[in-house]
């Protein structure tokens, strides 16, 4: 079981606005700042979409939005396009002596 | 441009062991820290090990702990993994990964990966 919780699935249609939540505890997500969000397409590697909870890497689109409210942390796509369809996963750094980062189970987002 | 290169992977039996290679280029190896992640045939990501920018501090996930062991060769501008003791539950595609220096927690760049499979 991951550590973080993401819904299964998510989907919307093209132009809407879709938010995928990210459920940790206050050894995750609650307690630290480092939370960041990967876009990964079939068969490809995961990419850097959001980091420090709401920045975005040089080369994202401003359509991606992070946010954080306790130990739950929120990816917001606006403008949904095509290409946005892929698994999106959170990850956050974490104090458990066991692991240095934790993901969550990742989110395939339909594009309808 | 930042590449990283896995290779290394293939079919090994239980109980076997498999040398990871990440050959990095375009950026200077020996200031980053670096890390494993594997993915499991249609599952999440999982994070495995990481070592510092100069080899002398890694780290392990617990269900791989004993096992594995993360090295790296600056000179070379490499990144090891070395697996023993393989387990069906190791099969995955194991990638290595980049992360950034001000925040050694956030995965910049990632190699396409390589297949370990552990089956009899």
């Known amino acids: 079981q991951s550590a973080l919780t993401q819904p299964a699935s998510v989907s919307g249609s093209p132009g809407q606005s879709i938010t995928i939540s990210c459920t940790g505890t206050?050894?995750?997500?609650?307690?630290?700042?480092?939370v960041s969000w990967y876009q990964q397409h079939p068969g490809k590697a995961p990419k850097l979409m959001i980091y420090?909870?709401?920045n975005r890497p040089s080369g994202v689109s401003n359509r991606f939005s992070g946010s954080k409210s306790g130990n739950t942390a929120s990816l917001t796509i606006s403008g949904l396009q095509a290409e946005d369809e892929a698994d999106y996963y959170c990850?956050?750094?974490?104090?458990?002596?066991?692991?240095?980062?934790?993901f969550g189970g990742g989110t395939k987002l339909t594009v309808l | 441009e930042v590449q990283l290169v896995e290779s290394g992977g293939g079919l090994v039996q239980p109980g076997g062991s498999l040398r990871l290679s990440c050959a990095a280029s375009g950026f200077t190896f020996s200031s980053y820290w670096m890390h494993w992640v594997r993915q499991a045939p249609g599952k999440g990501l999982v994070w495995v090990s990481r070592?510092?920018?100069?080899?002398?501090?890694?780290s392990y996930a617990d269900s791989v702990k004993g096992r594995f062991t993360i090295s790296r060769d600056n000179a070379k501008n490499t990144l090891y993994l070395q697996m023993n003791s393989l387990r069906a539950e190791d099969t995955a595609v194991y990638y290595c990964?980049?992360?950034?220096?001000?925040?050694?927690?956030?995965?910049?760049?990632w190699g396409q990966g390589t297949l370990v499979t552990v089956s009899s």
């Open positions: 420090d909870v709401s």
């Open positions: 990850s956050s750094y974490t104090s458990s002596s066991t692991l240095f980062v934790v």
């Open positions: 990964a980049r992360v950034t220096v001000v925040t050694p927690v956030y995965f910049d760049y």
């Open positions: 206050s050894s995750d997500v609650g307690g630290y700042n480092y």
């Open positions: 070592i510092n920018s100069d080899g002398s501090s890694t």
